[in-house]
């Protein structure tokens, strides 16, 4: 620095000047978010239909939370939301995702220049709209015409076709078949790109030991993958529990009410019983059984990288 230059001094209006650059998207946030998470606390402590206008409605207090948690369908759906919604669907695409993502680890794919191939092959089921492949699975396992019903009887397997989506013995694996089948490409992708960062000299290291594949996996694979399984399971986790569009679209929550979950009874009790605040009580416990999961899922997470 020259003798005769001085060094700038940042005055008040330069300090600010960050805050005034992120302004504009802290106000988008705001609106998108606060207000209506606001609107929906509003909500649920006040008995509102869709016909009244915007600020109408009696209050009732807790009431609205005292009758989701007195409805015996609140437990059934929830059960199903936790058991088969998200618990089953989350298991299925990690154990999935993560043999998937090492075959197409595997040198053989680089030696046949199949990387390529393969790759784009995994992700077109995450190409497709959830509604189209919804679609498409209805017609697939549609118990009259549908394809899976025609080449079983073609094949002798059976006399008549079966209503994978109308009985109660089957609806559930369908729809985890269907869930499993769409989102498994993320989880893929993701696993694929926590196994390039692993250090190639670990492999070098514990081939040296004498280590096989399996406690290759074990010690140096699945410890370095520990904390890209953690995002992704709580990712997926939040997802699946929030998840309305598959059950809605492929079973609209029946048979009777045999698959309906939170997301599903919160849509039919707001827009087909016309109960906004009931439905936005049970959207909110539905946010609160989230963030108890989360806090609780990161804090095992922390003590196990401490470990």
Known sequence: MSAGRLPRRRGPSGALTPYGLIAPGLIILLLL??????????????????????GDGVSVGLGNF???????????????????????????????????????????????????LTRTLVLIPWMIPPTVAVAAWRWLLDGQAGLLNQVLMRFG????????????????????????????????????????????DQYEAAAIDGAGRFGTLWYVTLPNLRPVLGVVGLMITINSFNNFVYVW???????????????????????????LGSGAAIGLLMSFCMVLFTIFYLGVLQRRSKA
Not at 253 to 274: C, I, K, M, R, S
């Open 157 to 200: 397997l059976i006399d008549q076709g079966i209503p994978f989506l109308g009985q109660t013995s089957t609806v559930w694996w369908c729809v985890i078949a269907i869930i499993s089948w769409r989102e498994l490409p993320f989880v893929i992708i993701v696993l694929m790109a926590g196994l390039q960062a692993i250090p190639h």
């Open 33 to 54: 978010f606060a207000v209506p998470a606001a609107y929906n606390l509003w909500l649920s402590v006040h008995d509102v239909t869709p016909y009244d206008a915007l």
């Open 249 to 275: 679209l492929t079973t609209g929550g029946g048979p009777g009410t045999y698959t309906q979950v939170l997301a599903t009874q919160l849509f039919t009790t707001a827009f087909v019983d016309n109960k």
């Open 66 to 116: 005292r009758s989701v948690l007195k409805n015996p369908l609140t437990l059934s759906s929830l059960k199903n939301t936790v058991v088969w919604l998200t618990l089953a669907t989350v298991a299925i695409r990690l154990v999935l995702g993560l043999g998937i993502a090492l075959l197409l680890q595997a040198p053989v794919l680089r030696r046949l220049r199949l990387v390529g």
